[in-house]
């Protein structure tokens, strides 16, 4: 009779604690479940949300010894990059992957992969590296850095010191700062942060506390403990898009000029010119346009209208969805061959810079020069190069900027013309020239006959 009493005892009591079994057994693990909820705080809901689009890279690279640059040894390199497509392009630290023969890439999921190089920038130190996978991957959530705050909680995600997906925390603890790394390296205007950044963390993201990346993960100071820096992601993006470029990947022309500009804490990308005979201008889009959407991607900032042209092919058309003052409109943008587009623009006629010099330019705006960060007030964008010119000689391709030759800027065609037409032009030969290509200025010194430049411009 005695099991029988005590199972009865037993309905009882579970009967009179209804479905609560935790709550009437054992106060303590009411507590705990209630105690689950509370420690998925911010921070735990942010590298949630995050840690899928962080890879780990690793690479053996040659490092020589600089006083001697003779002396050289195999490293392991290690660091980490963040996605930005879903097809599989990544960004991380250009000093992260330079001089790395095999990039090898582990996903969130542990699946190794080995990445190539498809771009990068050595001023600002960042690249962009691809690998090739069937799934689409997940594409970190990008915040902005113009609203930082010195105090605001941050977070660092990265391979430290080897220790995958190693999570750490702290405050922004100033911003623009500027910090020599080396004779060669320079970096301007970063996010000081006492998060623990180490070896390993370049490349990865530094997230505020919604888990929206605010930058890019860069440097240490030696022997300093709770001082790290990263790029702020506003610059690090308009970097990556002019990285992931159409025409300098696939060879494949756009026309459109633009850059992301913010309103009310929200970005947007406007377009600021589009090229003379390109299919930008041939489909209707204007400077002012602010792109909403291209094809099926929505369009905020600069990189995503390259992100939504990518593996598009000359000759087919996407649809651009713009804002027009407060009219909104779809235009059809087919695309070009990038090669026909240049040729298109170089047209010889009346363009005495193309008999003399061997180029074809085109004024820049305010906003695009403004990109390159040049301490130049401005330049001329050279968009075609003529075989066997003064300019081909000495190495000018499309794409750079022609910011002075001698002692003189040239921001626009009446400052060139102005040195070309000196008088005493032949005494100044060979001429010296300065160019912005990409984040660098380079010069050179050229020699030009036959100097013929009164047409106007």
């Known amino acids: 009779m005695l099991p029988s009493l005590w199972t009865t005892r037993w309905r009882v009591l579970l009967v009179s604690c209804g479905l609560s079994l935790a709550a009437c057994l054992s106060p303590a693990l009411a507590e705990d479940s209630e105690a689950s909820s509370l420690r998925r705080t911010a921070i735990v809901r942010a590298v949630d949300e995050a840690r899928p689009s962080v890879v780990n890279i690793h690479g053996r690279k040659i490092v020589r010894d600089a006083a001697t640059s003779t002396d050289a040894r195999q490293v392991n390199g290690m660091g980490t990059g963040v996605v930005i497509d879903e097809r599989g392009y990544i960004v991380t630290n250009y000093h992260v992957v330079e001089g790395v023969a095999r990039i090898q890439v582990t996903l969130h999921d542990e699946t190794e992969l080995v ?23 997940p594409v970190i959530k990008t ?29 922004i603890s100033a911003l623009h700062r500027t910090v020599q790394v080396s004779d060669d390296q320079k970096y301007l205007d970063l996010i000081q942060t006492d998060a623990s950044i180490n070896p390993g963390n370049s490349g990865g993201p530094l997230l505020n506390i919604d888990g929206e990346m605010i930058g890019i993960n860069v440097a240490v100071r030696v022997g300093a403990q709770g001082i790290g820096f990263a790029i702020p992601i506003d610059e690090a993006m308009e970097v990556t898009a002019r990285l992931l470029n159409l ?15 913010f309103e009310n804490d929200a970005a947007h990308f406007v377009v600021s010119a589009v090229r003379k005979d390109s299919a930008a201008e041939k489909c209707g889009l204007a400077p002012g346009d602010v792109v909403l959407s291209a094809g099926d991607s929505k369009v905020v900032r600069s990189l995503d209208f390259e992100r939504a042209l990518l593996g598009h092919k000359a000759g087919e058309e996407v649809a651009v969805t713009v804002k027009r003052n407060a009219e909104t409109l779809t235009v059809s943008l087919i695309l070009e061959n990038a090669a026909r587009s240049t040729l298109a623009q170089a047209s010889t006629e009346k363009d005495p810079h193309w008999d003399t010099l061997g180029v074809k330019l085109a004024l820049m705006n305010g906003g695009e020069f403004r990109q390159l960060n040049s301490r130049y007030r401005g330049g001329l964008k050279v968009l075609a190069v003529r075989e066997d010119s003064p300019a081909a000689r000495q190495g000018i391709r499309p794409g750079d900027v022609l910011v002075g030759m001698h002692i003189w800027e040239t921001v626009s065609f009446d400052n060139l013309n102005y040195i070309l037409n000196r008088d005493d032009f032949i005494d100044l030969q060979p001429i010296k020239f300065y160019i912005v290509r990409g984040q660098d200025t380079l010069f050179g010194h050229m020699r030009i006959a036959g100097v013929t430049t009164s047409a106007a411009q």
Request: charge should be negative; aromatic fraction near 2%; hydrophobic fraction near 35%.
């Open 143 to 171: 915040g902005t850095s113009r609203d930082l705050m010195a105090g605001e909680p941050v977070i660092a995600v990265g391979n430290a010191f080897g220790y995958t997906h190693t999570v750490t925390r702290g405050i």
């Open 247 to 261: 025409e300098k990947l696939e060879h494949v022309s756009h026309g459109v000029i633009g850059q992301t500009t």
């Open 115 to 137: 990445a190539q190089m498809v771009a990068h920038d050595p001023h600002t130190d960042l690249a962009i590296i691809k690998i090739t996978t069937d799934q689409e991957l």
